[in-house]
Structures are given as C-alpha cells and as structure tokens.
C-alpha cells in the first residue's frame, strides 16, 4: 500500500456523534479530541510524514459561548498533554491559523509546544486553529504588500512559490489526500491554495468513529486512483 505523504482532515461530526448518543456537543469533543491522539500514533506507524487537521475554523467562534468555552478548555488541556505525545512521536507540532485571537495562556502553550517540539521530524502534526484559509492568505499578502512597499521584493519576482512562502504553511508541502468524515462534502475555507491538486475523500463516519481501520481503507481508496500529479501512480 502506497502511503500519502501528506494526508489532511477535516475534523467532523463530533457534535452529531454525541447527540446520537443522547450527550451533549461537549462530549464529541472530548471523544474527539482523544481520537486525534489516537490517529497522530496510527499515521506514526503507517508512515505518514505529514498530518494537518481542521481543529477551530475563523466562523467556529460564532457557535454557543458555553461550546466555544468547552473547545477552549480542550485546546488547553491538549496542548498541555501534546509535549508528551510529541515526544513519544517524535512529533514536530505547528499549529497554523491566526492564534492572536486567543487568551494569552493557550497562546504561550502553542509557543511551548511549537519550541519544545521544533526539532523532530518522524510525522510533521499541523493543527489550524482558528483558521481559515481566506483569512490566511489576507494576511500572508498584506505581509508581502508590506514587503513590497519597503522594497524587499520586487512584484517581478512574485511566483507561485513566493505566495506559498507567505501563508501559515511555509515549509509544508501539499496535502496529497484530504479526508473530511460525517458527511459533509465541501472545504470550508481549508488550504484552498495548498489543496489545488489534492485528493478528496469523504466518509459518513463522525470523526470520534474514524479509528485505524476507516483510516487504511481511505488510504487504499487514495491507491486506487489514476494520480497524474506526481501522485501513488506514475505514469
Ligand atoms: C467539528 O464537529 C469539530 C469541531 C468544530 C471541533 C474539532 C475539535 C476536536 C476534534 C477536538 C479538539 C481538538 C484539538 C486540537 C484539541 P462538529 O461539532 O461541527 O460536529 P457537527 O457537525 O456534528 O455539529
């Protein structure tokens, strides 16, 4: 089985999952918070090198402020808990999203997290938090309009490497395989630029269900197609 080197995820259906079982959203969350740490190890092991998740879009601030307090409350707790798991990785963590909306403590874990983690290299773990990729790509180019003005790029030069140097993914390479579960089939503002070649696949699985064996047969799916791309399949 050829193994995509770069697999994102839209994190979906934690909500729905907990209200099938008669829990409250909260509950999804915690369920599908302890997945994620769960699927960091199975990637580990099937050799996946990158993994970016949808976590905290831009519009997720607008569900019910108790939700809102409950996902802040996770992020803490798990970027706590997440040097431990980077360490038994090897795990380089980033986390990629505009993260100065968020209260001074979750902003200096991210920075704990991210310094204490910089050097590993087995699987490179993107989390977007408050991310959209609209927003993004505003502020990589406000950033780069700023460069302009004050002459350390030249508009001639601007190609389609230097814009991917000005969003949150620098360094990354491209999704090779983009899974979203529960249902939905859309992006929602997720690296519309980095995903322009990009294999999707959908599943009606909620996120707190997508344990190892949902994931290899996404996987063999991803084998099964005609990449021309410089994808599983060379032509
Ligand atoms: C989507 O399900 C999920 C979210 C908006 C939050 C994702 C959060 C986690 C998986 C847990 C925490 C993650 C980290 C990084 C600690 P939904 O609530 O939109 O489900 P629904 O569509 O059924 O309502």
């Not at 769960?38 to 970016?52: P, R």
């Not at 968020?102 to 204490?116: N, P, T, V």
């Not at 999704?175 to 009606?204: C, H, K, V």
């Not at 269900?209 to 410089?230: C, T, V």
Request: glycine fraction near 6%; proline fraction near 3%; include cysteine.
């Amino acid at each position: 089985m050829n193994v995509p080197n770069h697999i994102a995820i839209i994190l979906d259906g934690n909500g729905r999952w907990a209200k099938a079982k008669g829990m409250p959203r909260s509950y999804g969350h915690v369920k599908g918070c302890a997945n994620l740490e769960t699927i960091c190890d199975d990637m580990k092991e099937l050799g996946v090198k990158y993994l970016t998740v949808y976590a905290f879009s831009t519009e997720n601030w607008k569900r019910s402020r108790e939700e809102v307090e409950g996902l802040m409350k996770l992020f803490r707790n798990y970027l706590k808990k997440c040097i431990k798991i980077s360490e038994k990785n090897k795990m380089r963590v980033k986390i990629i999203g505009d993260v100065t909306a968020f209260d001074d403590d979750i902003q200096q874990k991210i920075a704990e997290l991210e310094e204490f983690s910089k050097d590993y290299t087995e699987l490179h773990f993107q989390i977007a938090l408050n991310y959209g990729s609209r927003d993004e790509i505003v502020r990589g180019m406000r950033r780069m309009a700023r460069d302009a003005s004050e002459g350390r790029i030249s508009p001639e030069d601007i190609d389609e490497n230097t814009i991917g140097n000005y969003l949150d993914t620098v360094g990354i390479p491209d999704p090779d395989f983009l899974i979203r579960t529960s249902g939905e089939q859309r992006l929602s503002n997720f690296l519309l630029w980095q995903m322009a070649y990009t294999e999707f696949y959908f599943t009606d699985v909620a996120w707190p269900d997508f344990h190892k064996a949902e994931l290899i047969k996404a996987i063999e799916k991803y084998n099964e197609r005609d990449r021309r791309y410089g994808g599983v399949k060379e032509e």
